[in-house]
């Protein structure tokens, strides 16, 4: 398996769908920043958090956790067999935080202050801690892809007439980067997984420290726990949903032999998730809410739902020996972690005790879809350009055997 960029059409009739979502966001996305966020969006005084923050920040970290938690299996534990996943991973988690950035962005009212944690520290803050970490991590994921950069351009770099002069310049700093970077990737990898785990349970102590104006169903001291347990359980599943799909939308070969034995790892770390979610739940005695059967305890039971039903399928061998078993089993963990925080950060938390239930407009609607289209079509567009995904070696010409040949001085 030789990591290449894809040789597909770029324009499809899903891709043509993508780019009018995408689109359809944006228009309201440029609303909000004329008009003011109140202009698109149900927030009010009473209501400062909403889908956004719910999904596009808070569970669009949790999702792009598959970069550390691949990048922790292949490199820190040394499981180069899963190698293959790593590039595909790290382009997901990268893509990731970058539209959190800008979704935090999009939802701070003044956004033309969002420097300021850069300079005005607060150590003693838990949302200082989240947000200096994942503009730290974020950094880091640039400075992973760096190499598949400098592998895809050393030896090609080829600008136009008029700047062909720089073309031995940049080939000579691009193999000075790639030749630095192998002697010190190692320390961004092990960065990476650091930061990752501080500001996927800090989330959960910005919750702890709501108080009572989070409902009891969620709110508990083992919160940053929950949060980083819940983490870590949708790495990988996160990893298998997107290989799985890239694999169908490019009309390659799953790599099942992998996927199924990262698979038989999932049942085991949601098993430590829902042990501890459940027993802390009775340890509490906040069971009882559930039985109101109020939306908010139905909430709860979807949450928890969804995460069983990963569980006991993740069980199955049979299931993770197939690709549409693997697919399915592997969305039950992502929306079961999605409702999660969402819930977490919208139902749970009332901080006015406001009687009036807050729903997403179609504004806000548009601009999470939207921003959703736009990374998939960003992902298309560079595992075209660079060697992200593995294909089997009789699917490349010789071409790539003479690039890699040349690269090698051979």
């Known amino acids: 398996m030789i990591p290449w960029p894809i040789k597909n059409k770029f324009l499809t009739p899903g891709v043509f769908i993508l780019i009018i979502i995408a689109l359809n966001g944006l228009a309201f996305l440029s609303i909000r920043f004329v008009s003011g966020i109140g202009a698109v969006t149900n927030l009010d005084n009473v209501t400062p958090w909403g ?3 719910g999904v596009d ?3 669009g970290v949790a999702l792009a956790a598959g970069g550390f938690t691949s990048a922790a299996l292949g490199h820190i534990f040394h499981r180069e067999d899963y190698n293959v996943i790593v590039r595909p991973a790290l382009l997901t988690a990268m893509l990731g935080y970058t539209f959190v950035a800008f979704a935090v962005f999009s939802d701070i009212g003044r956004f033309y202050y969002i420097w300021h944690p850069l300079i005005m520290w607060n150590g003693n803050s838990a949302l200082f801690e989240v947000g200096i970490c994942v503009m730290i991590y974020m950094t880091v994921l640039y400075i992973e892809f760096l190499p598949i950069v400098t592998e895809r351009f050393i030896g090609r770099v080829d600008l136009p007439e008029f700047l062909s002069f720089l073309n031995k310049p940049v080939d000579n700093l691009l193999r000075y980067l790639d030749n630095r970077l192998s002697l010190t990737m190692f320390i961004f990898i092990i960065a990476g997984v650091v930061l990752s785990t501080l500001h996927q349970s800090s989330l959960g102590t910005l919750m702890v420290i709501a108080g009572q104006k989070m409902h009891p169903l969620w709110q508990t001291p083992v ?6 347990l819940s983490a870590i359980s949708v790495g990988f599943p996160m990893v298998m949903f997107e290989s799985l799909i890239a694999s169908r939308s490019f009309k390659l070969k799953p790599e ?10 999932v049942a085991p770390i949601i098993g430590v998730y829902l042990a501890v979610k459940l027993g802390d739940l009775f340890i509490r005695e906040t069971f009882k809410y559930i039985f109101i059967l109020d939306t908010t305890a139905w909430m709860f039971i ?8 990963a569980f006991i399928l993740f069980l199955s061998k049979k299931i993770t020996s197939s690709p549409l078993g693997l697919f399915t089993a592997s969305t039950f963990v992502i929306a079961g972690v999605l409702l999660n925080r969402f819930n977490n950060f919208v139902i749970a938390y009332n901080p006015f005790f406001n009687p009036t239930k807050y729903y997403p407009s179609f504004g806000e ?3 999470t879809l939207g921003c959703i289209a736009l990374l998939v079509l960003v992902y298309r567009t560079i595992v075209m350009i660079f060697p992200v995904i593995s294909q089997e070696r009789t699917d490349l010409n010789k071409k790539i055997v003479e690039f890699y040949n040349s690269k090698n001085g051979r």
């Open 51 to 53: 889908l956004w923050i």
């Open 57 to 59: 920040v808070a569970a």
């Open 223 to 228: 919160l940053p726990l929950l949060f980083l």
């Open 256 to 265: 099942m032999k992998i996927l199924s034995r990262l698979g038989s790892m």
């Open 302 to 309: 979807a949450e928890m739902g969804l995460m069983i039903i």
């Open 365 to 367: 609607i548009s601009v």
